[in-house]
């Protein structure tokens, strides 16, 4: 079994862990560790430990999910995940965690997607390509997300890829659509940008609140008619 260590903390990764297979296995069992985020990258285990920081990443997250959840159900487009839900591309060997998944009630008419049913608790995993997978980069995160994630999200065939970075002064979105030669990013027009598979323009911005932190609105409005 090896072991990697962090501070004070440790996670034990099993010697059969091996690949895709085995670390499904592993990750859906009782051993795989509760407080860490784990994936499997194309031959690689990643193991994540480092506690989200509020603003420039779980604050992201949530308004993305407000926006998009709320846009999905009410035009009954599919499904919208949260952050959380194990995503398996097997052409891609690819097992992770987005921090937000996008599938289309086509992509669950053809079993592009399916569910993955899990004991006793139910679905705990979806396997195939989605439309849409959102990733907020973090300081542990940067390699992952811009390098390792890019190459295999466009190896699953997944339409597109939502990278957003707010650490520093900038605020970063950039919708990557899938291309025959890689993920390409949209144009954007006064900051918005374009997604195909909504139909919609969006666009990220930060203000201060009242008490003087980051806060951040993601707008959305319908693409006009060509």
């Known amino acids: 079994m090896s072991t990697i260590q962090f501070e004070t903390e440790s996670v034990r990764i099993p010697l059969w862990v091996t690949d895709l297979s085995s670390f499904r296995r592993w990750a859906e069992s009782e051993e795989s560790p509760d407080k860490a985020t784990v994936c499997y990258l194309s031959g690689e285990v ?10 420039s990443h779980n604050q992201v997250r949530t308004e993305f999910a407000r926006v998009l959840a709320g846009l999905v159900k009410q035009r009954r487009l599919g499904r919208y995940f949260g952050d959380g839900l194990f995503l398996t591309n097997i052409e891609a060997d690819l097992c992770s965690k987005p921090d937000g998944t996008f599938v289309s009630r086509e992509a669950f008419a053809v079993q592009r997607v399916r569910l993955i049913e899990g004991s006793p608790e139910g679905f705990v995993e979806i396997e195939g390509t989605p439309d849409m997978v959102l990733e907020v980069v973090s300081g542990s995160s940067v390699s992952k997300d811009t390098e390792w994630l890019r190459d295999l999200y466009w190896k699953a065939g997944i339409a597109e890829y939502w990278l957003v970075d707010c650490r520093g002064e900038r605020v ?14 949209t144009g954007k027009s006064a900051g918005w940008t374009e997604s195909a598979v909504f139909g919609h323009v969006f666009l990220l911005t930060r203000q201060a609140d009242e008490m003087g932190q980051p806060e951040y609105t993601l707008e959305a409005r319908a693409t006009p008619p060509r």
């Open 46 to 55: 990643w193991v994540e430990m480092s506690k989200e920081q509020v603003y």
């Open 172 to 185: 970063d979105f950039d919708i990557l659509r899938h291309t025959t030669g890689g993920y390409s990013a």
